[in-house]
């Protein structure tokens, strides 16, 4: 309060000051032209009532503006900000569902309309946030309450030696999925956070592709699918190489793990001018159109009846570093024939 009082004061003697010495200068230059046109000799008393005078109008003056100036401040600024600070003080708690409606004095609009979309884009956030904890909480439950039941099974003092090693493999096989939950986790936040940045070098992507599909052999072999590999040779592309093997490694392992035994996976890569595009189809269930609008969802999985051999993040990584590398990816799909993923590249 006394704050605003001396500041209040500081605002009257400075407009004072400014008015003073305004209507103190023209009254000076009226007086020194008055007398040298009709040649009036002005005494000490006559200035001096004069310059009592002047005092008290610039006293008024500066009375009547600083008065102004208060309005002007408390209608224009201080509303205006009071309303905005309050807005604020809303996102601050949390309450990104808050808007904050026009302000039709002054020029603040713009910063409304600013301030309304970054809330939205908050709400839309701190929903994404919660929905994310919410599954990642769910991904782990379950494979943690398998631990535990082995665990305790494991505990049995009379166990027979086949039901250890069953157990065990279990617990090494739920292990192995945890392990890959979390990597997947930590490389999606990093991607989405910006903190990869690609390392671009000029890679043979026929050979990539090549290297990267043998390491699924042992998988397609045991499920007796035939592999149509169709490739042009040194296909050469700029690109960072680590991040481009984790798209192909798991768009080949969606392929193999959705296509039934005996059915085919194809694998195309054709260069067409300054791009080159692959394609890795399958004959597997496929999907409808509401799973594709999902598919590259972090979490999502359209086929439930798969979902203990996946977390549903494969394709939200795939989609996020082919956003950074600058390609594209689509996917088109026919329940109960199958799925084909086309990734699209620039070669430099």
């Given at each position: 309060m006394i704050k605003k009082v001396l500041f209040g004061f500081y605002r009257f003697i400075l407009f004072f000051s400014v008015v003073g010495f305004v209507i103190s200068c023209s009254l000076m230059l009226f007086l020194n032209i008055l007398q040298r046109d009709t040649g009036i000799v002005y005494t000490k008393e006559n200035i001096y009532f004069a310059a009592i005078f002047t005092?008290?109008?610039a006293l008024f003056l500066g009375l009547i503006f600083t008065v102004f100036d208060f309005i002007r401040r408390k209608i224009l600024v201080q509303g205006p900000v009071k309303k905005i600070h309050e807005f604020t003080e809303k996102l601050t708690h949390g309450d990104f569902k808050?808007?904050?409606?026009?302000?039709?004095?002054?020029?603040?609009?713009?910063?409304?309309?600013?301030?309304?979309?970054?809330?939205?884009?908050?709400?839309?956030?701190?929903?994404?946030?919660?929905?994310?904890?919410?599954n990642v909480?769910?991904?782990l439950k379950t494979p943690l309450a398998v631990l535990q039941n082995y665990?305790?099974?494991?505990?049995?003092?009379?166990?027979?030696?086949?039901?250890?090693l069953e157990y065990a493999k279990s617990?090494?096989?739920?292990?192995?999925?945890?392990?890959?939950?979390?990597?997947?986790?930590?490389?999606l936040n990093k991607l989405e956070a910006r903190k990869l940045h690609?390392?671009?070098?000029?890679?043979?992507?026929s050979e990539m592709l090549c290297e990267c599909l043998i390491g699924f052999e042992s998988e397609w072999e045991r499920k007796n699918i035939e592999i149509d590999f169709n490739i042009e040779e040194d296909v050469y592309i700029n690109t960072d190489p680590e991040m481009l093997i984790l798209v192909w490694a798991n768009l080949f392992s969606n392929a193999l793990k959705f296509t039934p035994d005996g059915g085919n996976v194809s694998v195309r890569l054709k260069k067409d001018g300054n791009y080159v595009s692959v394609s890795v189809s399958d004959t597997g269930c496929g999907m409808n159109e509401a799973t594709m609008k999902h598919i590259f969802d972090k979490f999502y999985q359209g086929d439930t009846s798969?979902?203990?051999?996946?977390?549903?993040?494969?394709?939200?990584?795939?989609?996020?570093?082919?956003?950074?590398?600058?390609?594209?990816?689509?996917?088109?799909?026919?329940?109960?024939?199958?799925?084909?993923?086309?990734?699209?590249?620039?070669?430099?």
């Open positions: 005092l008290y109008n808050a808007q904050l409606k026009p302000i039709r004095i002054g020029e603040y609009n713009q910063i409304v309309a600013d301030l309304n979309q970054m809330a939205e884009e908050l709400s839309s956030i701190e929903t994404l946030r919660t929905d994310f904890i919410a909480s769910h991904e665990g305790a099974l494991l505990e049995e003092p009379n166990l027979p030696e086949e039901k250890r617990i090494n096989r739920v292990t192995k999925h945890l392990s890959e939950l979390v990597t997947n986790i930590l490389k690609p390392i671009l070098k000029n890679c043979n992507l798969h979902s203990e051999k996946g977390n549903g993040l494969g394709l939200a990584l795939v989609k996020r570093v082919i956003d950074i590398l600058g390609g594209e990816i689509t996917v088109e799909s026919t329940p109960n024939v199958g799925s084909s993923f086309t990734v699209k590249l620039k070669t430099n």
